[in-house]
């Protein structure tokens, strides 16, 4: 009982050491991290990149607004400053025009071309720059008072003109007369102006806007880094909670045998991953302790089994022993000189025999079993085994059943140890049916969701040995596979024990159960390749009872 305790537990541990390697908890952290930088840190790219894409929009859209800005402003102001020449040009040219039709000064005269051609350049220059519908009708106005005013003078310079050259001359530079031409050029002026100082206002405004929409774009940029760094502070902070957890139920578990570990809640990252390091360094230690307990554990097994082996000894020898002394004993009181007689003879030589099968048996149990591995069909094995059982089984009236694969189901281990195992259970099988029944034998090779994950690596067979018999007694089944258990009169209660130590042996798994419907069944698990391959009490891993 307390051994089967004491292999549960061992199991246990093998699973629990399993289950904190597989995973790794270094991988785990390295898993996490990765998550989540793909969860945090993708959202929080593309956040920033939206932030930048509209940065780098607003930018482009003030550069555009400026450039069209200045260059509306620049156009009005060359368009100003052309019509203002213009104007210049044209006053300049009446004033001469005056003058001569006062003076009659011909160098006065002289500068009139110069100043009719200059101000028609100016004014061209003006047509040119006139964007708004408004501008091109006054420069029409403009060209229109121009021609009329030149035309005139051109009449009256001509030598067909009939009346008086000054006074028409005079007339013409009336203020009345360029009444047309000053009105609409003031007036193209203003207007010029008015565009231009429109525009820098509108320019003026769109820049206030603009500095609001960048203010509003940094606040939210800065709110935005906030955020996310605060959801980036609380995921990692609940995924470190997760992973604590883990490693303080880690801890938790490692207390009773290796002492604290500590992990301190204000450390962060650097003291998980130290207290990491640390629980690795532990589980380490842990695991070389228990491979040490182990071999402590497996010699005083082998001394509690001498023990026990000298008890049973005694026992089986005493048992013999007493008839043969007391059959000597009486032939020394009669003290008639005739020793013993023919059936006290026989007696005493089955006795003998009866020493010799157990001496045998003894020294079987007794020696340590070191495989001698060689490549078998296992399924050809067990059908010797059924062969060499066929006659008593008759005689039993015991009917054999095989539920063997058709291929064969290649095994590497001792052939000679997994033969006998089979023969043991058959022969016990075979013993619980003595009015007769059904024995029934399966093979079958164990599919990976058959056996736990840390044992998948390995190829498993299972071999299935059932019976209709009386079933085993409750005590007997709680220590079936203990040796010296036994109901039988001459039975030694070994044969179960050297069972379980050579599939052991094997790195493979004994267990026993009452069927329902009455009788017994034992199952082996062993895996298809040599022990020394398989890791030590993996076989424990695929218990089924
Ligand atoms: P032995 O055969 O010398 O008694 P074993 O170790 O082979 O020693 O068996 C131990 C005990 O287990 C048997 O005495 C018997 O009571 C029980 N046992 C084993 N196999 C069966 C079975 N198939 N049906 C019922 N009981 C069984």
Not at 133 to 154: M, P, R, S, V
Not at 263 to 275: A, Q, V
Not at 389 to 408: C, D, T
Request: proline share 3%; hydrophobic share 40%.
């Amino acid at each position: 009982m307390r051994q089967n305790v004491r292999e549960q537990a061992h199991a246990e541990s093998q699973v629990e050491e399993a289950r904190l390697n597989e995973p790794g908890f270094r991988r785990k952290w390295e898993r996490m991290v990765d998550r989540y930088l793909l969860k945090i840190a993708a959202p929080m790219a593309i956040v920033s990149l939206l932030l930048l894409g509209l940065g780098a929009a607003a930018a482009w859209t003030i550069h555009t607004q400026q450039v069209g800005t200045s260059d509306v402003v620049g156009r009005e102001v060359e368009g100003l400053l052309a019509t203002h020449d213009y104007y210049s040009r044209m006053r300049d040219a009446r004033h001469r025009i005056k003058e001569y039709a006062g003076t009659g000064d011909h160098q006065a005269a002289e500068a009139i071309p110069e100043l009719r051609q200059k101000s028609r350049e100016h004014l061209e220059r003006a047509e040119s720059l006139a964007g708004t519908d408004e501008q091109k009708a006054l420069i029409a106005t403009i060209n229109h008072a121009y021609y009329l005013f030149w035309g005139k003078f051109d009449q009256i310079n001509s030598p067909e003109f009939q009346g008086d050259r000054q006074a028409a001359l005079n007339t013409l530079t009336t203020r009345e007369s360029t009444a047309g031409v000053v009105e609409a050029t003031e007036k193209y002026i203003e207007l010029s102006r008015d565009v231009a100082i429109r525009t820098t206002e509108a320019s003026r405004e769109s820049s206030a806007l603009m500095r609001k929409g960048f203010l509003l774009l940094s606040i939210c940029g800065g709110i935005g880094g906030l955020l996310a760094g605060l959801a980036l502070a609380r995921a990692l902070r609940r995924s470190i909670v997760q992973l604590e957890v883990s490693v303080r139920s880690a801890e938790g578990k490692l207390v009773p045998i290796a002492g604290h570990v500590r992990i301190t809640r204000t450390g962060g990252l650097k003291e998980l991953e130290s207290g990491l390091a640390r629980i690795e360094s532990q589980i380490t230690d842990l695991v070389e302790r228990v491979q040490r307990s182990e071999t402590d554990l497996l010699r005083s097994e082998q001394l509690a089994a001498v023990g026990q082996l000298a008890a049973g000894i005694a026992h089986e020898f005493r048992n013999p022993l007493m008839p043969m002394k007391i059959l000597v004993q009486a032939a020394l009181e009669r003290n008639d000189g005739r020793g013993l007689c023919g059936r006290q003879l026989e007696v005493v030589e089955e006795e003998i025999e009866r020493l010799e099968r157990s001496i045998q048996v003894f020294l079987e149990f007794a020696r340590p079993v070191s495989p001698e591995m060689s490549e078998f069909d296992i399924v050809a094995v067990v059908g010797q085994a059924l062969e060499l059982v066929e006659g008593r089984a008759h005689k039993q009236a015991v009917s054999l059943r095989r539920r063997l694969p058709e291929e064969p189901v290649t095994m590497v281990a001792d052939v000679g140890q997994i033969r006998q195992v089979l023969l043991n259970l058959l022969l016990n099988a075979l013993d619980a049916m003595p009015e007769g029944g059904e024995a029934a034998v399966s093979i079958r090779r164990l599919s990976r969701e058959d056996v736990p994950r840390a044992a998948r690596s390995i190829a498993w067979c299972e071999i299935r040995i059932a019976d209709s018999g009386t079933g085993l007694a409750d005590d007997v089944l709680a220590r079936v596979f203990q040796p010296f258990v036994t109901t039988k009169e001459t039975g030694t209660g070994l044969g179960l024990s050297i069972c379980r130590r050579i599939v052991i042996a094997h790195g493979g798994e004994i267990s026993a159960r009452n069927l329902q419907h009455g009788g017994a069944e034992f199952c082996i698990r062993l895996p298809c390749l040599p022990a020394a391959a398989v890791p030590a009490h993996i076989g424990q891993l695929l218990k089924t009872v």
